[in-house]
């Protein structure tokens, strides 16, 4: 017999996470080797692109784990965008994290009305499409090697 409940519940969500953890770590020899190691801990990344006036013109937000570098959020102000902001923000963050944090690949997610042909651009790869996410949307998974 079990109680099923839905209520937000934080405690248990740490429990969950760190039992799934354990659960990973015991079922692949690669997260054996990952804990404890220096890739194991993630590590934020940013760059920040600053106008003549120290404003905002763009950002990219994203964080390093084991070997991967994940963009999270990538943003360039229309005033500024076409002018290769968002190709240099995405640049020096890929080199941070291949010369910094040693990662090999990248990755990030896109929807297809914001910048799929963008990173393609830069030499990404669609490893996955995820359609009606949200629905009317299709969402794009990129990687690429550095």
């Given amino acids: 017999m079990f109680r099923f409940e839905?209520?937000?519940?934080?405690?248990?969500?740490i429990l969950l996470h760190q039992r799934l953890k354990d659960t990973n770590t015991e079922r692949s020899s690669?997260?054996?080797t990952l804990r404890g190691s220096p890739g194991e801990k993630?590590?934020?990344l940013h760059v920040w692109a600053l106008d003549a006036k120290g404003e905002l013109a763009g950002g990219?937000?994203?964080r390093v784990w084991a070997s991967w570098?994940?963009?999270d959020l990538l943003w360039v102000d229309a005033a500024h965008r076409g002018a290769g902001v968002g190709g240099e923000l995405l640049a020096r963050a890929e080199?941070?994290?291949r010369t910094e944090h040693a990662c090999a690949w990248s990755r990030l997610e896109t929807w297809d009305f914001q910048a799929p042909g963008f990173y393609r651009k830069q030499g990404y790869e669609v490893v996955g499409e995820?359609?009606?996410y949200p629905p009317?949307?299709?969402e794009f998974i990129l990687t690429k090697r550095l």
């Fill in 6 to 13: 839905t209520e937000v519940d934080k405690a248990r969500r």
């Fill in 30 to 32: 690669a997260l054996r």
């Fill in 42 to 44: 993630e590590v934020p």
């Fill in 60 to 62: 990219l937000a994203g």
């Fill in 69 to 71: 570098l994940h963009v």
């Fill in 95 to 97: 080199e941070s994290a």
């Fill in 130 to 132: 995820v359609p009606e």
């Fill in 136 to 138: 009317g949307v299709t």
